[in-house]
């Protein structure tokens, strides 16, 4: 434990926190939050940041468990299992959580366990959280100053050691303030205190019991023959540190007396109490440990502390006159200021020559000890207890005093008179110790006087404030949105509650409380209604009728809440006495909904926690209950620590409607949850799931824990009403059905399992969860068991080869080498890393391994486990093992010198190990670098010849020739039309996957598979396999929507996928999460919406785009009307898409001639395009589709009269780049000329025919239409197109960009039409708590009559408005936020792919991440005036393109997780394409580049200079003048160097 930073100790906190690491396994640190740090525990986890060794830790690294639970979530449940497991646990906390914690402190109490407590409020603590657990069998001690808190703190994890039983050290930050700091504890006088043999001898030893709800009868015992107590080191001072934990040595106090009083009094300590060094008991047998055995033991610990360190303990501490005849008991805060004040008294002053008593030993309660310490002529005792809450008349330490001086043989103590000792402020301490003296020497003292102020200092604070975190508040949003008015929250935080504590006022108790007493003011209301309603006392006549109907309907919700407005309005016009006292109270009008709001702290004892008496009360009270406990951080909780289930709970009482959801899940099924539950009579529960970490967790971090959750199961999606069988319906709905079939499926498998799990349903996520380790350490076991009996019979020398992969090249290469080696006659097994039971290792004979590089230089995912499990294995012996290793990587990946370790990490770690391991090179371990001539193979076919040489089989014979791979156009030409094997796949229930080669065919059908990244992980720790599912694209050409189709498209993502729609840069809907089994229905949902999904992707011409330009409605239906054309006269011709996906009415394949199926394609032929083509319309001055970015860019042209007249033509657009691949670049088009709108589409076709037969169709990397152009020259390919033509291209025209944007807002078009430009950020259509975007253009489509437009930027428009209908859709759109377009131009400029979680390509965060990183860049934008500036903006998860990045002013494109390459000097309308400027930076080194350069703009920009030109001008980057340049000149050249 380092101390050079600190060399002195300035808080008890800190010197409490030093000794409770030095001297546990695990540490429970009570905080009030998780990002909010205690007194305690920021100390403790700087200690284990760093890795500092604890004495006592049994733990590999030396490094105790710090555990972090919050106040109010049960924190002592964290005890009992390391407890019980030999793990020394200590506890640091404030004394908030002890009066609620009584019940586990009794059954802790013989354990020993170390409870460390600042008392609390600060500067007036309640000393009444310690003696109202006086009695729980804990021993007490107390330290008063800061050195007291370091040696209390090490007596009392000595003493817990020694005795066995539960100690708890309580102290007072406060009173140490003013102390001067200390040094750091000396470890050999730790070591020694501790005595670590015994420490050594608890560990070894596991105690047992499974319960914590019932006593386990455990009664702390000790031999008869105690063990000779260790002696200190003779030389204390000076001792050297150890390396475990350097420290600086104590310094041996000079006086003789304790270090407790503050005024170094006189101390009377009588040292015959003093227990030898060298003292033992010979005793037989074994005996529960006594009161005087605490007292031996702790007389015996201060021993040491006295002979090593000359500091004295004594249970009680008297200071003052051997003589004095009053004295002090004092249990309070001001021992040191009354010690100080007695001590300069005056001889006149009625308090002179007092003495002070205080406890160091509070419990046991050692009466002859306290005898022993005062002196015999003491005759007078005030006794000063700062006890805030009393539950008795006589305050506890009175009673004690009573006890022991009263009726023993307590000498000459006459008279003990209880104080209730208030705050004292500094100025007033001698005013308090008159009056108390005055009292105290009066003929009839009075009993229980109040000294000083009884509510403490106007800054004292009742411990931890509650308040509600803001992640959380996304569920109140919710209830607000939908009750609105009718909405009460009973128990809501910051309520003004009469004298009612924020604790007390946030339970279930009181809210449940303050529920029944609102129903009961409504029912008096009522009759105050009924009774008006024959009343004479109004002004008019109408309120009485109005008000009869009120009450006629008051059962009937729904009416009385229509009555409810024309009643108010009445009242209001009558204006009588009579109506102005109903009108006070008019918000009772309404049926109310009435919430019961509470985190999951309820979750830990229903019966404590009052949520038992709601449920069982049978009233109509909803409860939201709030659980944030994170998936991840579950997976370290044991089955006892584990909350109750309140959801089980509640429905196996059965008259409670139940729902668990989770707004990052399932927003709609929140809302469906909590309608419910509200018109549900009775009890409602909602269990809502909102997992952080810590309270600023960003929403991406709460997102990707609750879907961990969901998916796996540990969090389901129910709701289940008790009284919906009655009315025919199901009493369950579970709402998370694809995971928890799985679940329900696999663990059905094992019957006696699922009897376990019905027996104990509490434990069920946990049997479920072991019982998928255990299956998948089968699954391992059994795959190579049933290879190896495969290969008994082979004849040849065993090879085993291991393949760590993420992109498949790895995985190819291992299969080959497997495949080979069997030629050769190796009996050869090939699996993956994790697939491989490690046990094995050592009895290898042969084994290779291959793998890839992923991320910042680690292993793929699936090699990831096994290299966890060797890394820091020292048990393997490999000495009879021969290895070898081959890594693929990219030497330019990492242009930086200092992460150049990067390249090809995970292998060269591996063999390093493997060696370590004493494992025998089969070869030198193989390179494969991506830079190379042949890329990886170059380095392959060097080294896998050394492994046939070194096995002996490199001079084999006849050898067969290997098949050659099978590539993409193998399976377009094998596939019959797009037809393969997709039908048999799709009814394949054993898997929610489909093959690879029909995952390259549904492309064209306009479907990917996908599966969720963000929960690879886990599921692959259950034995599941990926969650896969499918992304489906929509073809629209020029992106225009009706309203009907918009309601479809909510429909089929809110039925079929994740309740969400993305927007594509391609200007058409896009759904992710649909599963195998709902995809056909998706499918047909979307044509029976008129629309398709074929040759949205794949091999063919995909969704032609057009410019949306709201301001011009007859131009923009001209172009928009050749985008259709188009779009028709490219489209493939197979009918395997309504084969595959549409079906007549007897579910039949709809099929040509006859029995056989037998399509052709005009355009395309058997096996389509070399690669996807991509046709858009731009209409200048509007650049918004991008249209230098595609293989086809067509430039709208008006003619004279205003009309379209024809398209400048652009070919060879692309953004696919592959990183660290000079032979990829991007590509803007080139002008082949003009053509009217009457031919385009027959020219669009003729280019399109030209790349069909000349693209390269053997090098997918190479295949776009853009490398066909600059392989054949721009007048090569313009003369191919004009020859299949006939024709020859015009001139191309003159027109002008000017932006590549969006404009935002309402535009009023040349019709007299209004548009709508919304801000939809990176195009995701969703509901949040915060903005219903979803629901509201939902409702929108409902009553709009003109059309949706989807832009290219992501956007969308809401087109063709009349004015009559303006103000109605305002209002709507005010209502559900969506009129908002307030944004920083920075934000309105960006665009961003979808990437993680569903994209398998990408790299890193992108639609997830960039709206965080503008935030962030937000503030010097403003600062600088420019948050109207425009600055095109994109981020990609991968250099594919799909958000067209280089044609961004600034980009980032994913290049690792967290990491990008970022790329500057875009041309703000499109025309020219950015070149890297820093290559894999991180968001710091990002802010750190932008922040100065766009200040730096702000500063020195000309008039109307866009920001790409502008980084140019300036030197930064360089301009890229064409495709092929763009890897030229980059800012940051990318070193060979490692």
Same mark, same amino acid.
């Given at each position: ?41 920021? !100390? ?619 707004? +990052? ?99 069920? %996520? ?84 291959? %793998? ?40 330019? +990946? ?8 990067? +390249? ?233 898409? !309504? ?400």
């Amino acid at each position: 434990m380092a101390t050079a930073a600190s060399p002195k100790i300035r808080t008890p906190e800190e010197a409490v926190a030093r000794i409770a690491y030095l001297a546990s396994d695990v540490i429970v640190s009570v905080q009030p939050a998780q990002a909010i740090e205690s007194e305690f525990s920021s !100390h403790l986890h700087r200690y284990a940041g760093r890795k500092d060794r604890s004495l006592v830790a049994a733990a590999e690294d030396g490094v105790p468990e710090v555990q972090v639970v919050r106040h109010n979530a049960d924190p002592l449940l964290s005890v009992f299992t390391p407890i019980r497991n030999g793990r020394l646990v200590s506890v640091t906390t404030s004394s908030s959580i002890l009066v609620s914690s009584v019940p586990h402190l009794y059954r802790l109490a013989n354990l020993p366990v170390v409870i460390h407590v600042s008392l609390q409020p600060a500067h007036y603590p309640d000393y009444s959280s310690i003696t109202s657990i006086r009695n729980s069998g804990f021993t007490f001690l107390q330290s008063e100053t800061l050195q007291e808190a370091q040696d209390i703190a090490l007596t009392a994890h000595a003493l817990a050691i020694k005795s066995g039983k539960g100690v708890i050290h309580f102290f007072d930050a406060g009173s140490s303030a003013q102390d001067n700091h200390i040094s750091f504890e000396n470890l050999e006088v730790v070591k020694a205190i501790l005595n670590l043999d015994a420490v050594k001898t608890f560990q070894s030893r596991k105690i047992g019991g499974n319960s914590i709800y019932a006593d386990d009868g455990r009664i702390a015992t000790i031999p008869e023959t105690s063990t000779p107590i260790q002696a200190l080191p003779g030389a204390m001072e000076g001792v050297e540190s150890t390396p475990v934990l350097p420290s600086e040595p104590l310094t041996p106090s000079k006086a003789s007396s304790v270090g407790s009083s503050k005024s170094g009094r006189e101390s009377s300590v009588d040292s015959k109490a003093s227990v030898s060094s060298a003292t033992t008991v010979e005793l037989s047998g074994v005996r529960p440990v006594t009161s005087d055995d605490i007292y031996d033991f702790v007389t015996a610990i201060w021993y040491q502390f006295k002979e090593g360190l000359g500091r004295e303990y004594t249970p009680f501490q008297y200071s003052g006159p051997a003589n004095a005849e009053d004295a002090l008991f004092i249990f309070g805060s001001d021992v040191g200021t009354f010690a100080q004040a007695i001590d300069a008294a005056k001889s006149s002053d009625i308090y002179a020559k007092s003495g002070v008593i205080t406890a160091r030993l509070y419990r046991p309660w050692l009466g002859s000890k306290l005898i022993e310490a005062i002196p015999k002529s003491i005759k007078r005792i005030a006794v000063l207890e700062q006890i805030r809450r009393k539950t008795t008349k006589w305050g506890p330490l009175l009673l004690d005093l009573l006890t022991t001086l009263k009726s023993g043989p307590g000498g000459g103590v006459e008279t003990i008179v209880g104080h209730q000792l208030g705050y004292i402020a500094p100025e007033t301490v001698r005013q308090a110790l008159r009056g108390v003296f005055q009292n105290l020497k009066s003929d009839k003292p009075i009993q229980n006087l109040e000294v000083g102020n009884p509510n403490g200092p106007t800054e004292s604070l009742g411990g931890y404030d509650l308040s509600q975190p803001k992640v959380e508040s996304a569920y109140m949003k919710i209830l607000d949105q939908i009750f609105g008015e009718k909405l009460y929250l009973a128990n809501v935080i910051g309520s003004q509650n009469a004298g009612i504590s924020t604790t007390v006022a946030s339970n279930p108790e009181f809210g449940f409380g303050s529920l029944l007493a609102r129903k009961e003011h409504r029912q008096r209301f009522v009759s105050e209604v009924q009774q008006a309603s024959t009343s004479n006392a109004f002004i008019t006549e109408a309120p009485k009728s109005w008000l009869s109907k009120w009450v006629a309907s008051v059962d009937d919700d729904k009416k009385s809440d229509q009555l409810a407005d024309d009643i108010i309005a009445r009242l209001e016009t009558d204006g009588s006495p009579l109506s102005r006292n109903l009108l006070s109270k008019k918000g009772l009008f309404r049926k109310e909904s009435p919430w019961l709001v509470g985190s999951d702290a309820w979750a830990f004892d229903l019966g404590n926690s009052g949520v038992h008496h709601v449920i069982a009360s049978g009233e109509n009270v909803n409860m939201l209950i709030i659980d944030s406990t994170p998936y991840s951080e579950r997976a370290a909780g044991d089955a006892a620590r584990r909350k109750k289930d309140i959801g089980l709970y509640a429905m196996n009482y059965g008259n409670a409607y139940v729902a668990s959801v989770a707004v +990052y899940s399932s927003y709609t099924q929140v809302l469906q949850a909590m309608i419910e539950a509200d018109q549900f009579d009775g009890p409602s529960v909602i269990l809502a799931y909102l997992p952080y970490f810590k309270e600023t967790d960003s929403p991406l971090t709460v997102l990707q824990e609750t879907k961990k959750a969901v998916d796996l199961g540990y969090w389901p999606l129910y709701r289940w009403s008790p009284r919906n069988e009655e009315q025919g319906g199901p009493n369950f709905s579970l709402d998370s059905e694809r995971i928890k079939n799985e679940l329900k499926e696999f663990l059905a498998r094992d019957n006696h399992l699922t009897q376990l799990m019905k027996r104990h349903p509490e434990f069920s %996520s946990n049997l479920s969860q072991d019982y998928g380790s255990e299956v998948r350490a089968l699954q391992k076991r059994k795959a190579k068991d049933a290879y190896a009996q495969l290969l008994e019979g082979m004849f040849g020398a065993p090879l085993t080869i291991l393949f760590a992969s993420d992109n498949g090249n790895a995985e190819s290469l291992a299969k080959r080498l497997g495949n080979r080696g069997k030629a050769r006659g190796l009996k050869t097994i090939v699996m993956a890393m994790e697939d491989y039971p490690l046990e094995d290792l050592p009895s290898e004979e042969n084994i290779v391994f291959l %793998s890839s590089t992923a991320g910042q230089g680690e292993f793929p995912q699936n090699g990831r486990a096994f290299w966890d499990a060797i890394k820091d294995n020292t048990e393997l012996d490999l000495a009879s093992v021969n290895f070898s290793v081959f890594a693929l990587g990219d030497s330019h +990946y990492w242009p930086r010198k200092e992460d150049k370790h990067y +390249y090809n990490k995970p292998g060269k770690d591996l063999d390093r190990i493997l060696t370590n391991l004493g494992g025998k090179r089969l070869a030198e371990i193989g390179l494969g670098d991506d830079q190379d001539p042949d890329g990886f193979q170059t380095g392959y076919q060097n080294w896998e010849p050394l492994i046939w040489q070194a096995l002996g089989v490199d001079k084999v014979e006849g050898l067969p020739e290997e098949p050659p791979p099978i590539t993409n156009e193998d399976i377009k030409l094998a596939s019959n039309y797009l037809r393969g094997t997709i039908e048999e796949g799709l009814a394949d229930p054993s898997t929610g996957a489909i093959s690879a080669s029909d995952q390259q065919l549904t492309k064209f059908h306009g479907t990917y598979m996908q599966d969720d990244r963000d929960l690879r992980d886990e599921r692959k720790a259950q034995g599941l396999e990926p969650a896969y599912s499918f992304m489906i694209r929509c073809r629209l050409p020029g992106g225009v929507a009706t309203p009907k189709q918009w309601i479809q498209m909510d429909d089929v993502s809110n039925s079929f996928g994740n309740e969400t729609m993305k927007l594509t840069t391609r200007q058409t809907f896009q759904f992710h999460g649909v599963v195998k089994g709902k995809l056909k229905s998706a499918m047909r949902g979307i044509n029976k919406a008129l629309m398709t999904t074929i040759a949205a992707c794949g091999d063919v011409n995909r969704n032609v785009m057009c410019s949306s330009l709201p301001t011009a409605s007859k131009y923009h239906r001209d172009v928009y009307a050749c985008s259709q054309k188009i779009s028709d006269h490219l489209l493939p011709s197979t009918t395997a898409y !309504h084969e595959i996906w549409l079906k007549d009415e007897n579910d039949e394949k709809i099929q040509i001639a006859g029995d056989a199926v037998q399509d052709f394609e005009p355009l395309y032929g058997p096996t389509y395009l070399p690669r996807k083509f991509k046709v858009t319309i731009a209409i200048p001055p509007h650049n918004d589709t991008d249209v230098y970015a595609h293989d086809i860019g067509l430039i709208a042209i008006k003619g004279k009269d205003g009309r379209l007249s024809g398209f400048n033509l652009l070919a060879g657009g692309g953004m696919g780049v592959t990183h660290n691949n000079k032979k990829t670049y991007p590509r803007t088009g080139s002008t082949l000329g003009y053509v009217s709108k009457d031919e385009v589409h027959i020219a669009c076709e003729k280019v399109m025919l030209v790349q069909r037969d000349h693209g390269d169709r053997k090098n997918r990397k190479h295949a776009r239409l853009k490398y066909t152009i600059d392989d054949m020259g721009v007048d090569v390919f313009r003369g191919k197109v004009e020859e299949l033509w006939g024709k020859k291209f015009e001139k191309a025209k003159p027109f002008k960009f000017q932006s590549n944007i969006d404009t935002f807002g309402w535009q009023k078009d040349e019709t007299g039409m209004n548009h709508f430009t919304f801000f939809i950020e990176n195009g995701r259509i969703e509901d949040t708590a915060e903005f219903p975007m979803k629901s509201g253009l939902r409702e929108i489509a409902k009553v709009h009559k003109g059309e949706f437009r989807l832009t290219g930027n992501q956007h969308l428009i809401l087109s063709n408005v009349a004015d009559e209908d303006m103000p109605a859709m305002k209002k709507m759109m005010a209502r559900y936020k969506l009129d908002n377009v307030e944004f920083s131009g920075l934000r309105l400029s960006s665009s961003a792919c979808v990437a993680f979680p569903t994209c398998g390509l990408a790299m890193a965060e992108s639609e997830r991440y960039l709206p965080e990183l503008i935030t962030k860049l937000e503030g010097v934008i403003e600062e600088n005036g420019m948050r109207q500036d425009s600055i095109v903006m994109r981020m990609t998860g991968c250099p594919n393109g799909c958000a067209r990045p280089w044609l961004a002013e600034v980009a980032f494109v994913g290049k690792a997780y967290g990491a990008y390459n970022m790329y500057l000097g875009g041309g703000y309308h499109g025309q020219r394409l950015n070149k890297l400027y820093r290559s894999s930076i991180k968001e710091d080194e990002i802010l750190e580049i932008m922040r100065p350069l766009l200040k730096r703009y702000s500063q020195e920009r000309k008039q109307g200079e866009h920001f790409g030109d502008f980084v140019i001008r300036i030197g930064m980057i360089k301009e890229t003048t064409e495709g092929k340049t763009f890897h030229d000149d980059v800012a940051e050249e990318e070193s060979d160097e490692e």
